[in-house]
Nanobody, 115 residues
Framework: QVQLVESGGGLVQAGGSLRLSCAAS????????MGWYRQAPGKQRELVAT???????NYADSVKGRFTISRNAGKNAMYLQMSSLEPEDTAVYYC?????????WGQGTQVTVSS
């Protein structure tokens, strides 16, 4: 059973930074792709960033230049470095991973950006 556990969320002022972590129960190279999604109150879950097995990355236009997705194979972990945070970034952030046609999700971590 694949397990994904997010951490690193919290309250930060606008303009600040946070780094989210996603710990996976298996070899992260068995997933393709992995990614971060977010869901704000009253809104649909949306893509933030993805990273493929080969290392290719993709970002939502709203976070390009501010967020960076990365991974550490030795730790079976994926990260989302978030900078220049804006109140509009406030949401629950979810880690996702795709394997053999199945999508797996973490429980989410809350990020709140105050103005």
């Amino acid at each position: 059973q694949v397990q994904l556990v997010e951490s690193g969320g919290g309250l930060v002022q606008a303009g600040g930074s946070l780094r989210l972590s996603c710990a996976a129960s298996g070899n992260i190279f068995s997933f393709n792709p992995m990614g971060w999604y977010r869901q704000a109150p009253g809104k649909q879950r949306e893509l933030v960033a993805t990273i493929t097995r080969s290392g290719s990355t993709n970002y939502a236009d709203s976070v390009k230049g501010r967020f960076t997705i990365s991974r550490n194979a030795g730790k079976n972990a994926m990260y989302l470095q978030m900078s220049s945070l804006e109140p509009e970034d406030t949401a629950v952030y979810y880690c996702s991973a795709y394997q053999a046609g199945n999508a797996y999700w973490g429980q989410g971590t809350q990020v709140t950006v105050s103005s």
